[in-house]
C-alpha cells in the first residue's frame, strides 16, 4: 500500500495561491456588503472586523 509524504514538492505553493484567491474573494464580497448596508446594521463591527482580519492574512501569505 503506498504512503504519501507529508508535502510533496510546491504543495506549499499551491496552498498559497488557493489562500490568496479565497481572500480575494471574501475582501471583494466584505466590500459590496460594506457598499450595500446601512451605516447603523449591527453586524457592521463584525464585517469591518473581518476585513480586517483578511487584510491580516493577505499579508501574512505574501510574507
Keep these: ?14 496552498m498559497k495561491v488557493l489562500d490568496l484567491i479565497h481572500v480575494m ?16 446594521h449591527p453586524d457592521l463591527p463584525r464585517i469591518m472586523m473581518r476585513r480586517q482580519e483578511l487584510a491580516d492574512k493577505q499579508q501574512r501569505i505574501f510574507a
Excluded: H, K, V
Excluded at 1 to 14: F, K, L
Excluded at 25 to 40: K, T, V
Design 1 to 14: 500500500m503506498p504512503t504519501w509524504p507529508a508535502e510533496r514538492p510546491g504543495d506549499s505553493q499551491r
Design 25 to 40: 474573494c471574501a475582501q471583494a464580497f466584505y466590500s459590496w456588503a460594506l457598499r450595500e448596508i446601512n451605516p447603523m
